[in-house]
């Protein structure tokens, strides 16, 4: 269209090739101006992509570290369902006993509960590591927030 009228001016002061070049550089320049959402969607699709690509080159170079990264993660993994298992006996017991013992119970339950909520941000990671790698990165600005929350003077 533009090329059209940059014609029909350029005819009328004779010099067809500049107006044609002029409207050219102006269309690129508004077009260079316009940011759309496609545009938007294709750079953050693209963007997704080389995060998935980089974390499987990582997983791919590190292979040899393989062992060891599952025997922590299960290390974490154990430490932390143990934590849960046993906070959760001793509130079922907590129950059936007396009130002196129960509220003993209920206190070293309590006491899991804080070591269940320090282990909670790394176990995350774990997780998303072996079940959820292509969304990692999503994952672990959550999980590193969890795991390094500082708990107020009222917790």
Same mark, same amino acid.
């Given at each position: ?72 993660? =299960? &290390? +974490?993994? @154990?430490?932390?369902?143990? %934590?849960?298992? *046993? !906070?959760?006996?001793?509130? #079922? ?33 774990? =997780? &998303? +590591?072996? @079940?959820?790698?292509?969304? %990692?990165?999503? *994952? !672990?600005?959550?999980?590193? #927030? ?10």
């Amino acid at each position: 269209m533009l090329s059209g009228i940059g014609s029909v001016v350029g005819k009328m002061l004779g010099t067809d090739k500049a107006v044609e070049k002029t409207f050219d550089v102006a269309e690129r320049m508004i077009d260079k101006l316009v940011y759309t959402s496609e545009e938007k969607a294709d750079e953050k699709a693209n963007a997704a992509r080389e995060a998935r690509g980089m974390i499987v080159e990582w997983v791919n170079a590190t292979s040899g570290s393989r062992l060891a990264r599952r025997i922590i993660a =299960l &290390a +974490f993994t @154990f430490c932390y369902l143990s %934590l849960f298992m *046993i !906070a959760t006996v001793f509130d #079922a017991v907590a129950v059936f006993i007396s009130e002196a013992n129960a509220k003993l119970m209920s206190a070293a339950s309590d006491s899991l509960d804080g070591r269940i909520d320090i282990l909670s941000g790394a176990v995350m990671l774990i =997780l &998303a +590591f072996y @079940f959820a790698a292509p969304q %990692l990165p999503k *994952i !672990a600005d959550a999980a590193i #927030a969890k795991f390094t929350q500082r708990k107020s003077a009222n917790d």
